[in-house]
């Protein structure tokens, strides 16, 4: 299947190669006016649009290098350049651990509640073990929208950190969706990712290894690609808890309702 990768970028003498690359885009609604009447508007709802990117963190000496941690960073606009709104998204918080037996990932996962307005979302790790010791021994990610040039909830932000106990770095391969608020459907979708890397050792001599890459707009076009939902125009607001179920990380995912 196609995709467009809005990044790509391969370390110096190819010790190690990051990607982020669409997987999904399909235009629908969000009909709810419970939730809608946030946006401080009286429409009952507004045109929405599902996007999936799957992100790869690929060393290719893993004995030399691993990612610890990164922040990745997703701003949407039309091709008028007016910024969109996140009105979704998924991670919002996970915990995670890989079993060093089966190299088999577990993670637990926090459900998205609703508009991305001023709601609190918490996960507790299920398992037998002291909570905070198992919380600073396992893989983190969280995710946030963020204001940016004035426009809230503008800019999502992610940051994973890795299980310092274990030291195994990042999962190679995991994919997060969010929904955005279209003003003009007929509008071209642009992104723009930005990677922040963190490495165990400095990854060639082009970047700092702290130096973010990517942050390009990319032109995604008018037309949908990849899996879609059955109705049209779908509305979004009616997936409930099951829009967390569509991130995919590599391993076990069990989500915590809050």
Known sequence: MFQKSPLEHEFHDHDAFVSARVQRIQHGIYSDPE???FYGTTSTEMKATFVS?????HPMYSLKHRFQRTIISIKASDDKQHGLRIVKFATHIAY??????????TFSLSSTIGVT?????SVTPSTSFDRQKVIDAMLKIQGSAISNNGLES????????ENQEQATGLPREFTFIFLIKRMDPDA????????????????GNDILPHEPIGGQWVNLGTSEMGQRFSSTPFNFATMAGQFEDLTELSGNAVTTAV
């Open 188 to 203: 071209a979708l642009r992104l723009a990712v930005t990677i922040k890397p963190v490495c165990s050792k400095d990854i």
């Open 96 to 105: 995670g651990r890989i079993s060093t037996e089966t190299l088999h990932w």
């Open 154 to 161: 503008s800019k999502l932000v992610w940051s994973l950190e």
């Open 53 to 57: 990117v799957t992100f790869a963190f």
């Open 35 to 37: 939730k809608l009447q």
């Open 117 to 121: 307005q001023p709601f609190n979302a």
